[in-house]
């Protein structure tokens, strides 16, 4: 889950759509991990400008976006997105969107947060198909001092070996009834505080 730098770093200075738009955050799925699935945050917001969708703003290096969508918009917009970015990079990436309350809602949901625990080790796992994770229960092994949480719509877990320490089955992950896009809580955060920006800004 390593992060790179913020791009945009004063959110009292983060552009936000006018009155007709609703802000949406869209989450890639494993870009610019290492060396694999490379691809420029200007990028995003240039192919999110391209297909109409409002002051387009990115928040770290993973592949954050938030953007205003017009209320009149038709079709889907996740698949908007990952097939003008394919064409624009050359890199073919799955991309989770939903609405910024939505995002805010599993952000303050979130049971393992504690003031003691380094936000890099909390993680947040968004699931594509909203309530698809209902009923799901937790892998049958040992965690030791790790927890994990699954709610309908996200996994929550406290990761105190970090992500490549976790006992957790990468089959478990792969089993599960629809994919789930993680992010560490530092970056959950960061992307309800450029959210709430925008909102503050529209007054």
């Known amino acids: 889950m390593g992060e790179g730098p913020v791009t945009v770093g004063r959110w009292a200075d983060a552009p936000a759509p006018a009155a007709g738009a ?15 699935k490379r691809v420029g945050m200007a990028d995003l917001r240039a192919v999110a400008s391209g297909l109409g969708l409002v002051a387009p703003a990115t928040v770290l290096a993973s592949g954050n976006l938030v953007v205003g969508v017009p209320t009149d918009r038709a079709g889907d917009v996740a698949a908007e997105l990952r097939a003008a970015v394919a064409a624009a990079t050359g890199v073919d990436a799955a991309v989770l969107v939903l609405t910024g309350d939505a995002f805010r809602a599993l952000a303050a949901a979130n049971p393992l947060r504690r003031d003691d625990r380094p936000p890099a080790r909390v993680s947040v796992a968004v699931a594509e198909v909203p309530g698809a994770l209902a009923g799901t229960a937790p892998p049958a092994v040992d965690l030791g001092d790790e927890e994990m949480v699954v709610a309908p719509d996200a996994v929550y877990q406290w ?11 990468a089959a478990w992950w792969r089993g599960l009834p629809t994919t789930v896009t993680a992010r560490n809580d530092a970056t959950v955060q960061k992307i309800v505080a450029l959210l709430d920006a925008r909102a503050a800004s529209r007054g």
């Open 159 to 169: 990761l105190p070996a970090g992500v490549t320490g976790s006992p957790v089955p």
């Open 22 to 36: 609703v802000d949406h955050v869209a989450l890639w799925r494993g870009i610019n991990v290492g060396t694999a």
